[in-house]
């Protein structure tokens, strides 16, 4: 749904998508907790078994609260825009997709993911993941390929840089044996 300005009208929040983000906001703080006693720092520094999981449940639970306040800090001018707009069959996201568009997405990203899975022993872990975000920026997302490929090295660069460099973690590098 548009409005006369030409952007798209969100609606107010619902229940279950309030309860989904808090839930979210919960597992993301348990993931916290869980890796803080794990410890964050081993002996001389060096990054501890609890520090991604930590670090990993922070982001989520203050993603999940910024995602809260966004819904209900909107809701007061999502209530009035909706209360102005009249009901219309075919209703699209921001992205200009009905809700088949999206279902299909969502289906197409799993069949990726799952590819990407099978060709770690071949290509390795890294290899395998740009070539994943590759294909969904391409593919399901239709984005232009020279973006896309930028996207992609730069994924790809910072997988490297966190899990070789920074936190030393042995990736498997597939039987190419390249990254």
Do not use: H
């Not at 994943?132 to 390929?145: A, D, G, N, S």
């Amino acid at each position: 749904m548009m409005s006369e300005a030409g952007q798209p009208v969100r609606r107010a929040p619902t229940k279950s998508d309030a309860v989904g983000t808090a839930f979210l906001a919960a597992i993301g703080a348990v993931a916290l907790v869980m890796g803080l006693g794990y410890g964050m720092f081993g002996d001389g520094g060096q990054v501890g078994p609890g520090f991604l999981p930590s670090v990993a449940g922070a982001f989520i639970v203050v993603a999940s609260a910024a995602e809260l306040l966004r819904m209900y800090v909107a809701a007061d001018r999502i209530r009035a825009a909706a209360a102005q707009e009249r009901p219309a069959g075919d209703e699209r996201d921001t992205f200009g997709r009905t809700a088949n568009e999206r279902t299909f997405a969502v289906t197409q990203v799993f069949g990726i993911v799952f590819a990407a899975l099978l060709l770690v022993p071949v290509a390795g872990l890294l290899l395998s993941l740009a070539a994943m975000v590759l294909v969904i920026t391409v593919w399901v997302e239709r984005k232009p390929v020279l973006p896309a490929v930028l996207c992609t090295a730069g994924s790809l660069g910072l997988a490297y840089a966190v899990f070789v460099q920074f936190l030393g973690v042995p990736v498997p590098t597939g039987t190419l044996g390249l990254l």
